[in-house]
T-cell receptor
């Protein structure tokens, strides 16, 4: 079946540095990818919708200059957390839809970010 | 009020018990409905889609009531391995395609 990968699976960085997370669809083309953030014992919260070849759509309250999203190809979207701070520490998960309202939304394994 | 609301949990049940989860959604434009399972520190995984006609997969039965905007999941003969967080998920196409997750209900099945 379809698989979505994320890299890295976990990262520890110093406050003020930038971290890039990659999300790849491995055996299908994803015109749309989604980035979520999940804090401990909380629900997944959609951060932004990444559209291939166009600008990402950010959810209310998500700073687009802090969370840079690039969807340069049909199989790769990247999320860069710029100038990370400890409050950015979270579980970041991407997902991909091959077509809108596709029955199954494929999730990557997630990236655990810890900012010291 | 959240767009997708679930039982807060946690549910603590013995092995073999039957447990039911409820979920309500507020946006009548919602089009697709799912139950996902999320294990601790892992990504969500699709458990089953939910249809008005109801659907069953082994010990799991899901039901959708569009008129009441209500979704349910029934787990029969609970196993220890069923312990996880169950997420009610709704998809809609209003102002762009969106997937809305409920906060999840934690289930603990004990021996």
């Amino acid at each position: 079946g379809a698989v979505v990968s994320q890299h890295p699976s976990r990262v520890i960085c110093k406050s003020g540095t930038s971290v890039k997370i990659e999300c790849r669809s491995l055996d299908f083309q994803a015109t749309t990818m989604f980035w979520y953030r999940q804090f401990p014992k909380k629900s997944l919260m959609l951060m932004a919708t990444s559209n291939e070849g166009s600008k990402a759509t950010y959810e209310q309250g998500v700073e687009k200059d802090k969370f840079l999203i690039n969807h340069a190809s049909l199989t790769l979207s990247t999320l860069t957390v710029t100038s990370a701070h400890p409050e950015d520490s979270s579980f970041y998960i991407c997902s991909a839809d091959g077509t809108p309202l596709q029955e199954t939304q494929y999730f990557g394994p997630g990236t655990r970010l810890l900012v010291l | 009020r959240k767009e997708v609301e679930q039982d807060p949990g946690p549910f603590n049940v013995p092995e073999g018990a039957t447990v039911a989860f409820n979920c309500t959604y507020s946006n009548s434009a919602s089009q697709s409905f799912f139950w996902y399972r999320q294990d601790c520190r892992k990504e969500p995984k699709l458990l089953m889609s939910v249809y008005s006609s109801g659907n069953e997969d082994g010990r799991f039965t899901a039901q959708l009531n569009r008129a009441s905007q209500y979704i349910s999941l029934l787990i029969r003969d609970s196993k220890l391995s069923d312990s996880a967080t169950y997420l009610c998920v709704v998809k809609r196409n209003t102002g762009g395609f969106k997937t809305i997750f409920g906060a999840g209900t934690r289930l603990f099945v004990k021996a």
